[in-house]
């Protein structure tokens, strides 16, 4: 019963300290990466506010998957930095229980959180990133919303060039308005001047609609006077109100189809990525088959066939190997220049084609590397929350301290040297410097052996920060001193 009730004061002291950093987190992630990456491709666009927190919040939710072991690293060690620092590890441990005791609940806690991270990983964060990816691609191809000043004429409204004397401070009433219309794809055949308008959209914000009022109409026109002469006269209109829509289709957020985002690996769960890694594969195994026939029937014989001797030639030497020179010499002067000519051509073919095939390997590889990369990005990210987790436990018991003060800056500390070393690896298995798995799972790796020393010094009570353990032998060596 006891022991129900130290678990239940554990996992109440992990758990605030873990949703509070993966919110934190989460939210700075987020600004740095999408805010600040891609302001420039929201502002002056005119999106709906629908439009913008749809795509915020596909965003928020694709942070959360690397943020999650940051929040374990930091919960882990805040929330043994404070039971330690209030003195309730020690009589936890006074009471008989070991430190793996003690660190049981949030254990299972966390492998249950691994387990969480990988479903969502592998089920909802391929889902969500197709429709972040396709949404900001709108977005970014969305041209500006019409921001028209006063006395400077517009000229991004396709078949339209429009100039405004002032406006109102609400920017709907303008006054002194040129409309030039090129429709007709004529020069400036029609033109509109007006004293004083209203500027509104459609419903679908399909059209500008301006409401022109007191004003004239000019429209040149083209008639047909005899056979091939024409006759221009110009039309007038004398208006007290008129009403002049634009069309402004372009500038509209235009919806792409999602299936042409469907191939990217961040987009696929581990059996599509399985399958298409395979292909992959396959294909490069078939492109380098396909090379090594057409180096043994294309480049090797053909040359070995244009070089063959003359049978007269031949019949002479006794040794069935002739040395090109030798060769060469044999020939008059016009069929050794045409000889070495198509030897050239013939060798700068052979390097173009082995150029672009080189060109090709390079993508599939690259390509390939890129799929096995988010095959195991799904899967370290469960192992990372684990490992750090032994990292950030044994650290909180061994500083003593909670809050966010030191521990914050520990936790912020090794979790940049786990997100450098991440980066890092990374981006020498997309070169394929080395491979995939070892890319990814290398930063794991290197500290699983960090985890395992600090939870033994931990488990022992060592003071590992305690730097008079470290220096107490110069402080008694000066003691020595005195002494003699």
């Given at each position: ?73 930091l919960g882990a060690i805040m929330c043994y930095g404070s039971l330690a620092e209030n003195y309730e590890l020690a009589a936890m441990k006074s009471s008989g229980l070991s430190l793996f005791s003690i660190l049981k609940p949030v254990f299972i806690f966390i492998l249950g959180l691994a387990f969480f991270t990988f479903i969502f990983n592998n089920f909802i964060l391929p889902v969500v990133n197709l429709k ?353």
């Amino acid at each position: 019963m006891h022991l129900k009730k130290l678990h239940s004061l554990t996992l109440k002291t992990f758990i605030p300290p873990f949703i509070m950093t993966l919110f934190v987190s989460v939210f700075l992630f987020f600004l740095v990466q999408i805010v600040i990456t891609y302001l420039d491709d929201f502002i002056g666009k005119g999106l709906s506010t629908f439009d913008l927190l749809t795509l915020f919040f596909y965003a928020w939710i694709t942070m959360i998957p690397q943020c999650i072991p940051l929040a374990v690293l930091l919960g882990a060690i805040m929330c043994y930095g404070s039971l330690a620092e209030n003195y309730e590890l020690a009589a936890m441990k006074s009471s008989g229980l070991s430190l793996f005791s003690i660190l049981k609940p949030v254990f299972i806690f966390i492998l249950g959180l691994a387990f969480f991270t990988f479903i969502f990983n592998n089920f909802i964060l391929p889902v969500v990133n197709l429709k972040f990816s396709t949404l900001l691609y709108d977005v970014r191809q969305k041209k500006p919303s019409v921001n028209i000043k006063e006395g400077i004429f517009y000229n991004k409204l396709d078949n339209y060039s429009l100039r405004v004397g002032q406006k109102s401070k609400n920017k709907d009433t303008l006054k002194d308005i040129y409309i030039y219309d090129h429709s007709a794809r004529m020069g400036n055949v029609i033109q509109m001047y007006a004293n004083s308008g209203k500027i509104t959209t459609t419903a679908d914000s399909s059209a500008l609609v301006l409401i022109l009022k007191n004003g004239n109409r000019y429209e040149e026109l083209n008639l047909q006077e005899n056979i091939g002469r024409k006759k221009k006269t110009l039309s007038q209109l004398n208006f007290k109100e008129l009403q002049v829509n634009l069309e402004v289709e372009d500038l509209k957020l235009k919806r792409s189809n999602e299936d042409q985002f469907k191939h990217n690996g961040d987009m696929m769960n581990v059996w599509q990525l399985d399958s298409v890694a395979d292909s992959t594969k396959r294909l490069i195994n078939k492109r380098l088959i396909e090379l090594n026939r057409q180096a043994k029937e294309y480049f090797y014989n053909r040359i070995a066939q244009k070089n063959r001797e003359p049978d007269s030639i031949k019949a002479k030497n006794k040794n069935p190997v002739v040395h090109m020179d030798t060769f060469l010499t044999k020939l008059k002067k016009e069929e050794k220049e045409k000889l070495i000519e198509g030897a050239l051509n013939q060798v700068r073919s052979n390097a173009s084609y082995i150029d672009g095939c080189a060109t090709n390997f390079r993508n599939d590889q690259e390509e390939y590397n890129s799929y096995l990369i988010e095959w195991h990005k799904k899967i370290v990210v469960c192992f990372a929350c684990i490992v750090l987790f032994f990292v950030g436990a044994p650290l909180g018991a061994i500083i003593r301290k909670g809050g966010l003060g030191l521990p914050v800056v520990v936790a912020v500390m090794f979790f940049l040297a786990y997100f450098i070393l991440t980066d890092a690896f990374m981006l020498l298995a997309i070169d394929g410097t080395v491979a995939p798995w070892l890319g990814m799972w290398s930063p794991v790796l290197i500290f699983l052996p960090i985890s395992i020393y600090l939870t033994y010094k931990a488990a022992n009570d060592s003071a590992l920060f305690d730097f008079a353990t470290y220096f107490g032998w110069i402080y008694k060596l000066k003691l020595n001193k005195k002494k003699n």
